[in-house]
T-cell receptor, first 114, second 112 residues
């Protein structure tokens, strides 16, 4: 079974440019998460989807970040425009159980904004 | 904001020794999980302990949970060089929003 697939693995962009990350969750996992991990820190939740509905986006900086999960399967996270402070690893995870159970993380996208 | 705080931030030991990492958290939890992250890679789930459990074992891993002290520990016995990684505790909050709240992690180095 394929795990959570993310692309690209690495991305280097200049500040003020747009960037997008893609995630394909494990088949059958209804819940999809985007986390951001700053250097030397643990991951922090940006947004959670239940199928195609964003049910927790309280930590998503909505002035520059947007996300979508059309058809309730794969998802895209976008930043426009990117700032230097957005440099981080963006992790996607999916799960099929409630209560914080059954998580599987992807390998992440390492973003560097120069 | 981060719920958990791991201690120590970094740990260096010799192969064959045991490694103990601690995690403290602030609010009531449904369960607590430990994850491992190799440099530049994603997170791998290691072990989960529910709020009504006190100890769990999985291979060379032993996790304890003390809900009265809001703390947990992860013990890796007979460590190997391949155990070198960062270890994070993550809490699923009681009655919460399904998200996991991670600590800052402990960076473990096992020297051959």
């Amino acid at each position: 079974e394929a795990g959570v697939v993310q692309s690209p693995r690495y991305k280097i962009i200049e500040k003020k440019q747009p960037v997008a990350f893609w995630c394909n969750p494990i088949s059958g996992h209804n819940t999809l998460y985007w986390y951001r991990q700053n250097l030397g820190q643990g991951p922090e939740l940006l947004i959670r989807y239940e199928n195609e509905e964003a049910v927790d986006d309280s930590q998503l900086p909505k002035d520059r970040f947007s996300a979508e999960r059309l058809k309730g399967v794969d998802s895209t996270l976008k930043i426009q425009p990117a700032e230097l402070g957005d440099s981080a690893v963006y992790l996607c995870a999916s799960s099929w159980r409630t209560g914080g159970l059954g998580y599987t993380f992807g390998s992440g996208t390492r973003l560097t904004v120069v | 904001s981060q719920q958990g705080e791991e201690d120590p931030q970094a740990l260096s030991i010799q192969e064959g020794e045991n490694a103990t990492m601690n995690c403290s958290y602030k609010t009531s939890i449904n369960n607590l999980q430990w994850y491992r992250q190799n440099s530049g890679r994603g997170l791998v789930h290691l072990i989960l302990i529910r709020s009504n459990e006190r100890e769990k074992h999985s291979g060379r891993l032993r996790v304890t949970l003390d809900t009265s002290k809001k703390s947990s520990s992860l013990l890796i016995t007979a460590s190997r060089a391949a155990d070198t990684a960062s270890y994070f505790c993550a809490t699923a909050l009681q009655g919460g929003s399904e998200k996991l709240v991670f600590g800052k992690g402990t960076k473990l180095t096992v020297n051959p």
